[in-house]
């Protein structure tokens, strides 16, 4: 496996790539990698001929007071965990390389597909994704890209992109990797503290409290938003963010009655850590 | 040559182009072709196996009371010129198709760059330019694309996008072409009445004296300025929109005394009329 530290050292390896008429897949992740992460690396090295793991914790998506600093980095065993499920390279750029110019130039998705959810708290955090993964996806020349449904929405924001500008690629989505107890697997999982590991689990049971209320007959979307938010409340130590029930693909207002695909997705603070967790209804 | 109106037309020429290994010269256009067009033309067809010419007016760079309905529109002469020139593909989409979403995706590039020139009277102009090249440069997958230096701040921008973006295409930016009297060639041209059309040399002919004055050892920025708008202002019907010195390639504010290239733009008024033109000096 190769280790790409600049813009540079990827081009050779993309455009040989290119040149001999190989598949790309790309994942691009900002590192302390996972099982999820080795789920998205493992499907691209079983889809592609090359498969290219970028590790960029891009600072364009964190805001004011949010844990860019204390964001885990761990290269060394990055690069193991990429190697070992099939990655061929690993690019792991500066800020300086990635952002070249003093101004920037944003890639940005509007309406309320960025303003719902995580964007009502994080209002520039997906303008720093569309931007970097553009930039990603221009560097890397993929022909299929890889993110995890655990962050639902900029899943959904993404394919909006992609299919508003046309990029030439394919969008793999795939599902979220869960701990046996049933926490989806995050990065940030390693800032709880034991006990608060514990009440973390309140995300995912609520979840399935309203899965199991959709499958039983109930198919009001007020109702089954009430259910999530009584069962997360049970949780002394969880802080609701947002519990939200919107339809797929573009995060617009539920049906009353669920008939079509939608999502219902959630950000809980446990102490000072900040998760999400969404499940598909309908 | 083949006529593409359509997405899916277009991408079934370039994916067997760059199946075969073809380089590909795009010429992204609002039609109302004329010589300058087809120096382009001339040059992406020269450069290379394909050339492909877009011919788009793209209502998103027009502002309020800007001309955008009444912006000619002749794809039939179009066509002709086109392959007269040498072109293999002309794509010519409707805006539905270009413009998928009801809420936009934008690209847009941020900073003085943007503001100075024509963004001081076109704020939202060069934002609609690059996400309507944005979208051109993923649907046609240009080896190269070519741009006129006549739109010398839309050549900077684009310039700047593609670096920050790292678009992995290269910018052939050709010379303006001018009348034989120097009236640079525009598609606005024609909506001028034969005295305007004579009153619009003062433009070509003001930045002639600039240059003259910069060749006889003037280099004071001010000076230049002053020589310009004051030629300018002998015209009864010149309504100068702005007359700028600015340094290459960020737009910056110009040098007391000019040692590195700079760019000296204007926009004038002629009747109705908006006309641009520019030289690079140092």
């Not at 600093?69 to 060394?76: A, E, K, V």
């Not at 070992?84 to 998705?109: H, L, N, Q, R």
């Not at 449904?149 to 795939?174: C, G, P, S």
């Not at 390693?190 to 995300?203: C, F, G, K, W």
Request: include cysteine.
């Amino acid at each position: 496996m190769k280790l790409c530290k600049t813009i540079a050292d990827l081009k050779v390896e993309i455009s040989s790539a290119k040149a001999s008429g190989k598949t790309i897949g790309l994942v691009p992740t900002m590192g302390a990698l996972h099982e999820g992460h080795a789920s998205l690396i493992g499907a691209a090295a079983s889809e592609n001929d090359i498969t290219v793991v970028s590790i960029f914790v891009n600072p364009t998506q964190f805001g004011e007071g949010e844990d860019l600093d204390s964001y885990p980095r761990t290269l060394d065993a990055d690069c193991k965990l990429a190697e070992g499920m099939g990655a061929d390279i690993v690019f792991a750029p500066t800020a300086k390389e990635m952002y070249p110019s003093e101004d920037m130039t944003w890639v940005e998705v509007t309406g309320d597909i960025t303003k719902v959810l995580c964007g009502r708290s994080r209002p520039i955090h997906f303008r720093g994704v569309t931007t970097v993964v553009s930039k990603l996806f221009n560097l890397a020349e993929p022909t299929r890209a890889y993110f995890g449904q655990k962050d639902a929405q900029q899943v959904q924001v993404l394919k909006r992109m992609v299919k508003d500008l046309f990029f030439n690629l394919e969008m793999r989505i795939m599902p979220i990797v869960r701990e046996a107890d049933g926490l989806a697997k995050s990065s940030r999982n390693t800032y709880l503290s034991p006990a608060e590991r514990q009440a973390a689990l309140i995300l995912s049971q609520s979840l399935k409290k309203a899965e199991e209320a959709f499958n039983g007959g109930e198919k009001a979307s007020s109702k089954l938003v009430e259910i999530v938010e009584a069962h997360l409340k049970t949780e002394p130590m969880s802080d609701i963010d947002y519990v939200e029930l919107l339809q797929l693909p573009d995060l617009t207002v539920a049906e009353t009655e669920i008939k079509k695909p939608h999502l219902l997705a959630m950000a809980v603070r446990i102490g000072s850590t900040r998760l999400i967790d969404n499940i598909i209804l309908g």
